[in-house]
């Protein structure tokens, strides 16, 4: 079973501390979660391979590291939501391409209902990073990297800010093979299924909508 990387670095756990809190405004959230995202893109993209080329420095010349040129990146966001972590992440590394996967969680039956799907049309020689800031019941999560799976990446992960137990058991259930990177892990779900202590409803507190 792939495993679950808390990244729980000071910086990050101070932002989240204060994205948590609930009068932190819609501006400042969004602020924080871009600066969240930034921070943990770090660690998710970790294992990238690298090569050289040779360059001029102002004093020699050298053989200097630089991204492996095959090494194909897609960020997948999950609207609406996603969006926040993808711009972080954008910030860091321009050149990826970007997917997106329009899904819902129905308040009443907690059932995902997609409603848009589109990401670059050659998959299979990409690596793929599924973002949303939040792994709450897990069914958006497995719902979204069933359909990434259908096009066939090389390689695939997941990155949220938050997540609780009860999700992250039904995520690997689902997909054993597909790392998930996380900012916490928090105590668990209430009745209507909302991550507790958690940090409200991201996309809301994103977009400034209810």
Do not use: W
């Not at 200097?64 to 997948?76: G, T």
């Not at 039956?109 to 050659?122: G, S």
């Amino acid at each position: 079973m792939a495993a679950v990387h808390v990244i729980d670095h000071p910086l990050i756990l101070h932002k989240l501390t204060l994205m948590r809190k609930a009068d932190t405004s819609t501006a400042k959230f969004r602020s924080l979660l871009r600066e969240i995202s930034l921070l943990m893109a770090y660690e998710v993209t970790r294992d990238l391979p690298l090569t050289t080329e040779t360059i001029q420095t102002p004093m020699a010349t050298m053989e200097a590291p630089v991204l492996a040129p095959e090494k194909k990146l897609v960020i997948v966001s999950i609207m609406r939501a996603g969006q926040g972590i993808l711009d972080g992440i954008l910030e860091l590394i321009p050149s990826a391409r970007v997917g997106h996967i329009g899904l819902y969680r129905d308040p009443k039956t907690l059932n995902v209902i997609e409603y848009y799907f589109k990401v670059p049309h050659v998959m299979e020689d990409r690596d793929v990073i599924v973002v949303d800031p939040m792994i709450a019941t897990g069914h958006t999560a497995i719902a979204a990297v069933d359909q990434v799976k259908r096009a066939a990446p090389r390689s695939l992960r997941f990155l949220c800010l938050l997540a609780a137990p009860e999700g992250i058991s039904e995520f690997q259930a689902a997909h054993p093979d597909v790392p998930l990177y996380t900012a916490a892990i928090d105590d668990k779900l209430d009745a209507h299924g909302y991550i507790l202590p958690g940090l409200g409803d991201a996309g809301d507190r994103l977009f400034g909508t209810r």
